[in-house]
């Protein structure tokens, strides 16, 4: 039993990370979004910025004029990525602001140090993850998988949520975006034991979080629609894209991404263009609750719709994450 608790997990995620590397050979060139006009006056903030698909994110925004805002945990990092932004955009707008997702009070003092600059948001793109990392905690004692991927997420899009509705407007919603996978579709929801602390697995775990934040954002939709607001979430999925998030995978699994991965893999530009895409495009003006893929919008697992269990979880992680039940 508790074998075959460990060995599923590990084979629904490698075998969904391998129908994904399938349907993007087969789908031919990966989307790439079409030319945006100048979103200039526009505040971002990109958590995860500083490398991988977070910084082609951070650098297309910026690319169109965006004030652009990576958060990140690693102040070295953030700091060469945008002096590295500014010199490819040709913009100035961009900055880092330190944020350690593992931790609640860092969150807390970010979007503190956030609100004192007295600007707007547009753009949330919720970005940052871990992948398949060995059993550890956050700073609060919640499993790494969940607690950084999904619920430093809830906490930060919830702290930000009064500041977007202030910014978006009839015309122009402020939107939020935030980065899935196609493993969520093999993710199962343990409200028995959402810290995955009964016979760990990280492909599990990992999987978990990633369905966690599609229940979340369809939800969250449901209560911005309900109170009026003009802000939209959407979740995005962006491929298997060649970026160091691998680096915890098996010893096969490296070694074959290491010899494949530069043909069947997306680069981080192209795994970057749908949350691109969810944040600009005019034709999603207005619209939220959407699953996107490559551009589409795409049916999510059949238990992220369950409007009960969204509830649940949404009502389980205000509790977590010590703040009231806005649903």
């Not at 398949?132 to 905690?137: A, G, M, T, Y």
């Not at 343990?190 to 009964?198: E, K």
């Not at 966690?212 to 911005?224: I, K």
Request: with cysteine; charged share 15%.
């Amino acid at each position: 039993m508790w074998l075959v608790s460990v060995l599923l997990p590990i084979l629904r995620v490698y075998y969904t990370g391998l129908r994904v590397i399938l349907q993007q050979m087969c789908g031919g060139l990966a989307f790439s979004h079409p030319a945006f006009s100048s979103q200039n006056g526009k505040v971002a903030i990109v958590t995860g910025g500083a490398k991988g698909i977070g910084c082609s994110t951070a650098k297309q925004l910026s690319r169109l004029g965006m004030h652009v805002i990576i958060a990140g945990n690693n102040e070295a990092e953030g700091n060469e990525a945008v002096t590295r932004i500014q010199q490819d955009t040709q913009n100035e707008k961009v900055e880092f602001l330190y944020c350690d997702l593992a931790s609640m009070k860092s969150i807390r003092q970010f979007v503190q140090n956030f609100t004192a600059k007295n600007l707007c948001l547009h753009v949330l793109v919720n970005n940052a993850g871990v992948m398949l990392v060995p059993e550890r905690k956050t700073a609060d004692g919640f499993e790494e998988h969940f607690g950084l991927n999904y619920l430093g997420h809830f906490l930060l899009t919830n702290l930000l949520l009064k500041t977007m509705k202030k910014s978006g407007t009839e015309n122009l919603n402020a939107r939020i975006i935030t980065v899935s996978s196609a493993t969520h579709y093999v993710g199962e929801l343990n409200f028995d034991d959402l810290n995955s602390s009964y016979c760990y697995s990280p492909h599990g775990a990992y999987a978990q979080s990633k369905l966690a934040l599609v229940m979340f954002t369809y939800c969250l939709q449901r209560q911005l629609s309900e109170d009026g607001c003009y802000v939209t979430a959407n979740a995005v999925d962006p491929g298997v894209v060649n970026t160091d998030l691998y680096r915890n995978v098996c010893w096969p699994g490296r070694l074959v991404k290491w010899l494949t991965a530069w043909l069947f893999f997306k680069t981080p530009d192209e795994g970057a263009a749908t949350s691109v895409y969810a944040s600009v495009a005019p034709e999603l003006e207005g619209i939220g609750g959407c699953y996107l893929y490559s551009g589409q919008k795409t049916k999510s697992a059949d238990v992220s719709y369950n409007e009960e269990l969204q509830r649940k979880l949404w009502n389980e992680s205000c509790k977590m994450a010590g703040i009231p039940d806005s649903a």
